[in-house]
């Protein structure tokens, strides 16, 4: 297995992908809007995948399928609110809804897991994530994001709560550069950290978010830092679960290292799977070849946790063309009952994959 999240190029395998992902076994993808056109072909891909990974754990099927901006599903006329014109409802009912409506979904598709939900406390940065947070304060994303992240779960969708150590203050894009932010370990447990550490019991995954923090780690960015992820996330936190990286195809990263690069680092800092978003093809034999060469006994361990992460991953049968149909009218009548916020600007590359 090699401990990586890859994104696939288009709406079937080619192959090259087919023999890349057929002999590296990669633990799990990444879908976005380039590989949605039809829910029968995405079915189809995401068949594929599990059939080409070997031994008895189904794959990771991943997704960015938060609400709002940030919705993979366009091209099927499928939409959700945002997680901030949720809030505005300040109904747990609506919140809960919108999170059933997303677990149908991605069970159709034949996805396993949700990256989101977010769980950085909303600010007036330009930083990727306005319109994406569920409240200005750490109880209300604890109560909003918390009702949206167990519905999810129950449904047997895998969540991820996202971008840890919180980036809300960020004054910049990480897909354009690194932000920089200011704080000890302790001053981000006073506020950006509380959302993690209240609902991390109940999140069976976690992302770090690509960041430079000074005062905690002064040369590496938070999703290759192990100050950050093994130091402050599992030693101090005690989080044992899966760790992903935010992509390692962002300006954030690209800009200082390639994913041959990053991806040794970042499992060498106590991340368990990187990602390798876009043109993975590329690059996953140089990557391999560096995994390879990293300690077996720090293999092992993040092999013992993507297995117990994988052994809950469900699949179920996807809709017929009648229940597609009646889905499809019951989420434009919700969506219309949730007023989204006016457009965000500056718009951010998350929202255009």
């Known amino acids: 297995m090699l401990p990586v999240i890859a994104g696939v190029e288009g709406l079937e395998l080619t192959p090259r992908e087919r023999e890349l992902f057929s002999r590296l076994q990669p633990a799990g993808y990444i879908l976005f809007s380039r590989n949605i056109a039809d829910y029968e072909i995405t079915r189809e891909l995401t068949d594929e995948l599990r059939h080409l990974t070997q031994g008895p754990d189904t794959p990771i099927i991943a997704i960015d399928q938060e609400g709002g901006r940030v919705v993979r599903t366009a091209a099927l006329e499928v939409a959700a609110p945002s997680a901030s014109a949720l809030a505005q409802t300040r109904s747990e009912h609506l919140i809960r809804c919108a999170a059933l409506y997303n677990a149908r979904l991605l069970h159709t598709l034949g996805v396993n897991t949700n990256f989101a939900p977010v769980l950085d406390i909303a600010s007036p940065h330009a930083n990727a994530l306005p319109g994406r947070c569920w409240g200005k304060d750490s109880q209300e994303v604890i109560s909003r994001a918390g009702v949206w992240n167990r519905t999810l779960c129950r449904q047997g969708i895998q969540t991820c709560g996202k971008h840890f150590p919180g980036m809300g203050a960020a004054e910049c894009d990480p897909h354009f550069d690194l932000p920089l932010l200011h704080g000890t370990r302790d001053d981000f447990l006073r506020e950006a950290t509380i959302?993690?550490?209240?609902?991390?019991?109940?999140?069976?995954?976690?992302?770090?978010?690509?960041?430079?923090?000074?005062e905690i780690d002064a040369h590496l960015p938070t999703s290759l830092s192990p100050e950050l992820i093994q130091g402050f996330l599992r030693d101090q936190l005690g989080y044992n679960g899966i760790v992903f990286t935010d992509d390692l195809c962002m300006g954030a990263i690209t800009h200082r290292y390639t994913p041959p690069e990053s991806v040794p680092m970042a499992l060498r800092a106590g991340c368990d799977l990187p990602l390798v978003c876009h043109n993975a093809v590329e690059y996953l034999e140089d990557i391999a070849q560096a995994v390879n060469s990293l300690p077996s006994e720090l293999l092992e361990i993040?092999?013992?946790?993507?297995?117990?992460?994988?052994?809950?991953?469900?699949?179920?049968?996807?809709?017929?063309?009648?229940?597609?149909?009646?889905?499809?009218?019951?989420?434009?009548?919700?969506?219309?009952?949730?007023?989204?916020p006016p457009p965000i600007a500056p718009s951010s590359p998350v929202q255009q994959y």
């Open 195 to 214: 959302p993690f550490t209240a609902l991390m019991p109940e999140l069976p995954s976690l992302m770090v978010a690509h960041l430079l923090i000074p």
């Open 302 to 340: 993040v092999e013992q946790r993507i297995r117990r992460f994988r052994l809950h991953l469900s699949t179920l049968p996807p809709m017929t063309f009648l229940q597609w149909r009646e889905y499809l009218r019951d989420t434009a009548d919700f969506c219309a009952r949730i007023p989204e």
